[in-house]
């Protein structure tokens, strides 16, 4: 009789997969006794034969609990098998305790993808279902800036230069909360730089009136300090020395200071290294359909008899009105999983348009148009849209969505508009409540600020309003894909990603994949429409960024020395084998 997690379809020794999962079942890769990797099974499922390109699909255990999630699954697989894929299903029981050792784990994760490539050279990506491990990625760089400055800010000892001083900024950065390309790099040397316990990490100050020597010299206005992160890989292209200089008391007067820039690219590999612009660059493709942090239930006192929103009162404010709703969870899986076989079914090839939407930031019409030669006309494009705007582009079919927006890890922001407008365009019902007084009264009056975030997208989502169809989004708000708590809780952890923005989008609002930013920026993906419009995968597209990137005659081109790595901060979010047009129908 099979288990909820199925009988192992491929037993035999001979299978390269089946022997590589029972290697790594279980895996502790630096003997503490803690297993990053508990077990890894291969799950029976279509295969398209060695022949053809290898797709792994890491499924949670977790999610295999019960079987609803199993018909989605292998149905999947056939339908990457009839696009040309091998793909192989494999159950994944990671590491989920108490301790904070994400990076450990996903490199766990990666010495098994390297593992599988050594005995299938033609391994082309994977796809993780569920909750895995992410990498948080930090860099420190010897930044030379001129500019006002400001150095011991409130302190007895503050010195401010408002007329411009040039000066070397060198401070450790979180440059992405989500970064990808580490599991996806499979030669590079990220396990050299990676931390597991919190550890203060030096910034410097130090201003050089007139200019900042090239190999160093001494300063006598300057500031050093510290910053903590744990549980990270560290990007350092920022080496320095310093020693002090001393004066007659025994006082420090001045700073030495030796940049030690030849030391930079440490995570590369030699082939990376050979690069013009020498960046680490991923070998296969990896990208999630992660459904947990937004499948959220609002407390059983908000919902009425018949499950719809009502008036509550709590002796108590509570600290969230929503909580975890696995069952949700698994029913939004199957969603995606239905959503993404009707396209490749060709079920919506008469939404085959473009769109964007902008606010406050350049449009993305003439990008967008740029994915194909063949738009079926003209699309929806909104340059200036409100809140309002945004749900009805949404309700106008598209298979491309460009997003320009300011945002932040919950959501991004366009302009205000009426409430009851933006409720009637939702469906007249509101999932959100405002507190009002000693009661919470069902509303969009936040949503009418401007966010449009996990509420606003969940309300579409709950009553229906959103025409039959499935988009590909590309969204270049700031932090757009970034986990909630990423820097400072394990990826198991129920404020991990809790309400995440992207993820609203790709489960709430129909989505296919999504090709987002975690950190502050400003750049797009270079080249990525160009690579749609020559018939690549999502995921490829976003590949593509690194490859022009890494060409780049110099820094200037990619955004200056403190930019050159800015393809580190991108990630795919749902199906990156997914094409514009389906490929084998």
């Known amino acids: 009789m099979k288990s909820l997690f199925l009988l192992l379809a491929l037993q035999s020794s001979e299978d390269p997969l089946a022997d590589r999962c029972k290697k790594f079942s279980p895996y502790d890769s630096n003997g503490d006794g803690i297993a990053e990797i508990a077990s890894l099974a291969p799950i029976e499922g279509r295969s398209g034969g060695e022949k053809a390109p290898l797709l792994l699909v890491l499924v949670e255990a ?8 199993l018909p989605s699954l292998r149905r999947y697989a056939e339908d990457l098998v009839a696009d040309g894929w091998d793909p192989r299903l494999v159950s994944a029981h990671l590491y989920s305790g108490d301790r904070h050792q994400d990076g450990r784990t996903l490199l766990a994760v990666r010495e098994f993808l390297r593992a599988v490539r050594d005995a299938r050279p033609n391994l082309r990506g994977a796809v993780l279902v569920g909750s895995f491990p992410e ?59 990676y931390r597991e316990e919190r550890q ?56 030495r200071f030796q940049p030690l820039d030849e030391l930079q690219d440490s995570e590369g590999s030699a082939e990376d290294l050979r690069r013009k612009n020498p960046i680490a660059r991923p070998d296969i493709v990896v990208s999630r359909i992660n459904a947990r942090g937004i499948a959220l239930k609002p407390r ?4 009425d008899s018949s499950g719809k929103p009502q008036r509550a009162k709590f002796a108590d404010a509570p600290k969230d009105l929503w909580e975890p709703d696995p069952t949700l969870e698994r ?8 959503r993404n076989h009707r396209f490749r079914q060709g079920e919506f090839a008469k939404q085959f348009l473009p769109a964007s ?18 738009w079926i006309g003209e699309g929806h494009h909104l340059p200036k849209a409100s809140v309002l705007d945004l749900v009805e582009w949404l309700r106008r079919p598209a298979v491309l969505r460009d997003v320009r927006a300011h945002s932040d890890r919950a959501g991004s922001v366009f302009d205000k508009a009426d409430a009851e407008r933006i409720l009637t365009a939702c469906g007249s019902t509101p999932w959100d409540w405002t507190r009002k007084g000693d009661e919470y009264v069902p509303s969009l009056d936040r949503s009418a600020k401007g966010k449009a975030d996990f509420v606003l997208y969940r309300t579409l989502w709950e009553n229906r309003v959103l025409p039959d169809g499935a988009s590909f989004y590309y969204h270049t708000g700031c932090e757009s894909i970034s986990p909630q708590h990423a820097e400072d809780r394990p990826y198991n952890h129920s404020e991990y990603g809790r309400k995440q923005g992207a993820e609203s989008i790709l489960f709430y609002a129909q989505g296919l994949a999504l090709v987002g930013r975690s950190k502050v920026f400003y ?3 270079r080249g990525f429409y160009e690579a749609l419009a020559e018939g690549r995968t999502f995921g490829e597209a976003w590949a593509r960024y690194f490859e022009i990137e890494s060409e780049a005659k110099s820094a200037e081109e990619v955004g200056g020395g403190i930019g050159r790595k800015r393809t580190y901060f991108w990630s795919v979010l749902g199906d990156w084998t997914l094409r514009l047009r389906p490929s084998s129908r």
């Open 357 to 374: 939407v902008a606010f406050k930031l350049g449009s993305g019409r003439g990008a967008v148009t740029r994915a194909s030669g063949e």
């Open 135 to 193: 990498a948080l990625l930090v860099r420190m760089y010897n930044w030379r800036k001129k500019g006002p400055l400001t150095l011991h800010k409130g302190k007895a000892n503050e010195r401010k230069f408002e007329t411009p001083v040039d000066f070397v900024s060198t401070a450790p950065e979180i440059v992405a909360h989500r970064c990808e390309l580490i599991l996806a790099d499979l030669d590079g040397r990220w396990e050299d730089l």
């Open 300 to 303: 059983g006192e908000l919902l």
């Open 331 to 338: 029913r939004l899986l199957v969603e995606y999983f239905e």
């Open 200 to 255: 203060r990490v030096p910034t410097l100050l130090a201003a050089f009136p007139g200019v900042v020597p090239p190999k160093g010299g001494i300063s006598t206005d300057f500031e050093v300090g510290s910053r903590s992160f744990e549980d990270f890989f560290f990007v350092n292209d920022g080496r320095y020395e310093t020693s002090e200089i001393l004066g007659p008391q025994s006082e420090t007067v001045a700073l």
């Open 62 to 69: 977790r999610l295999l609990a019960d079987e609803s999630l």
């Open 523 to 525: 750049d797009a993906p």
